[in-house]
């Protein structure tokens, strides 16, 4: 297991004074499933990043977060680790690629992040490098950290503690932290439930890593569905979802829009194109009947283009 209860139980502590305990709803969708939203869309920065960057930071030696804090991520983490080092008084400088949609950037830079916008290939290699020529600053990773992954798994015991009866869940798969930390602790507290990971057609590594065994690299194509997807899967990442998921659930853009459209008509929520896989992927009955739970894991897209994706698919 990649974390263990008694690091998710101190991140539940860790980050109470700032992350939510968001809500549990049903959604009402024709559907062959029971399908229940956890809003992670209703976080102060409107993105559950803001667990797992709030419990690093209160775990990070000090004398390292002292000279700030670094991190790597096209907009959700960036917020969440800006947002964390403003209440800390440190500075927080963001590495995120030259697709990183207008308006998240725009935010992170209100919480008084620095932004540095690099090509995809610079922006992924900072994940594994774990650094920036030029600055010294604690990394925060944005999936590939146990705390971080902690953090996220405090979504899990919500989960059970609302809802105690679920049959499956589905979550956003985009490094893969937020997957691997629900599904740590579900797998010791509700170890019957389907665990599916949800991905998208235009950047589906872990899809293809599980049907090959190993990692593989896909084609990557830019989308509105910009808070998940990449070219390939950290090996140890994979290794945790061999472990822990039931397998991955490829989502359509069409789905996805079609997802987010429901969302605001059903529950008057906007969701991101991450979250909507997950929901499409649970309404559509990817994820089997009965009580269905998909991870909506954050909220921040441009309204125009939510607005676009979802006005011209009225019914």
Known sequence: MPIQLAQVETARRNTAAVALRTPLVRCYAESPAEVYLKLENLQPIGSFKIRGAANAMALAPRDRLARGVLTAS????????????????????????????????????????????????????TFETRAYPGI????IHAFDDLDVMAGNGVIALELIEDVSDLDAVVIPWGGGGLACGIAAVLRVRAPHLRIYAAEVETAAPLAAALAAGEPRTVDYRPSF?????????????????????DGSLVITL??????????????????????????????????????????????????????????????
Not at 266 to 273: F, Q, S
Not at 304 to 312: G, P
């Open 225 to 245: 569905v910009d808070g998940i997807g990449s070219k390939t899967v950290f090996r140890n990442m994979f290794e945790h979802a061999q472990k822990l998921l």
């Open 74 to 125: 096209a907009g959700n983490m960036a917020q969440g680790v800006a947002f964390c080092a403003r209440r800390m008084g440190i500075p927080a400088t963001i590495i995120a690629p030259d697709t990183a949609p207008a308006t998240k950037i725009r935010a992170v830079e209100r919480l008084g992040g620095r932004v540095i916008q690099v090509p995809f290939a610079e922006w992924w290699n």
């Open 254 to 315: 069409a789905e996805a829009a079609q997802a987010m459209k429901v969302a605001a008509e059903r529950n008057r929520i906007i969701v991101e194109g991450a979250s909507a896989c997950a929901i499409a992927a649970a309404l559509l009955g990817r994820a089997g009947q009965g009580k269905v739970a998909a991870i909506v894991s954050g909220g921040n897209i441009d309204l125009d283009k939510f607005a676009e994706l979802t006005v011209s698919r009225a019914s």
């Open 136 to 139: 010294d600053a604690a990394f």
